[in-house]
């Protein structure tokens, strides 16, 4: 099984963004917390980062993968391209979020692309993408 991790853009420099919100800790370290869950659950995972929406929109249209945790940073709110791109693929996306986007400025409250994914795990730091892979993973293994 196959997992694909995308981090959306400004993730790059997670480490000098508001630690109250993301926690204290950088991408390669997310990363690297996936890969020891991922050897644990005994799956495949490649994890990318950008900063540009159609590069993301690419990367969600190839059906190369068995599911994808996407963390679309700020795209989530903005962007009707990647819900379109998520909406016709066949494999499963969880979108996560570090922080809780619903207990933080109005904007962050509403989530485009929650509706065509198949599940939100949203406020518990580098931990969403460790319950998403878990998630990811119980659901295509069911
Ligand atoms: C984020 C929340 C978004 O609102 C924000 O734009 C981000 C990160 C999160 O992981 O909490 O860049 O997706």
């Known amino acids: 099984m196959l997992?694909?991790?995308?981090?959306?853009?400004n993730l790059n420099?997670?480490?000098?963004?508001?630690?109250?919100?993301?926690?204290a800790v950088d991408l390669k370290t997310i990363n690297h917390k996936l890969r020891g869950l991922a050897a644990q659950l005994?799956?495949?995972i490649e994890t990318r980062q950008t900063n540009r929406e159609g590069e993301?929109?690419?990367?969600?249209?190839?059906?190369?993968?068995?599911?994808?945790?996407l963390n679309a940073a700020a795209y989530t709110h903005t962007s009707v391209g990647l819900r379109d791109a998520i909406e016709l693929v066949d494999y499963p996306v969880v979108e996560v979020h570090?922080?809780?986007?619903y207990a933080r400025e109005e904007f962050r409250h509403h989530s485009l692309i929650s509706p065509v994914c198949l599940?939100?795990?949203s406020g518990f730091g580098a931990?969403?993408?460790?319950?998403?892979?878990?998630?990811?993973?119980?659901?295509?293994?069911?």
């Open 3 to 9: 997992i694909h991790v995308y981090h959306g853009p």
């Open 13 to 23: 420099r997670l480490e000098q963004r508001d630690a109250h919100h993301y926690g």
């Open 42 to 44: 005994e799956v495949d």
């Open 56 to 69: 993301l929109i690419d990367w969600i249209q190839q059906e190369d993968k068995d599911g994808l945790l």
């Open 98 to 101: 570090l922080s809780n986007i």
């Open 119 to 121: 599940g939100q795990i």
């Open 127 to 142: 931990a969403s993408y460790l319950l998403g892979l878990q998630a990811v993973v119980d659901h295509l293994s069911a």
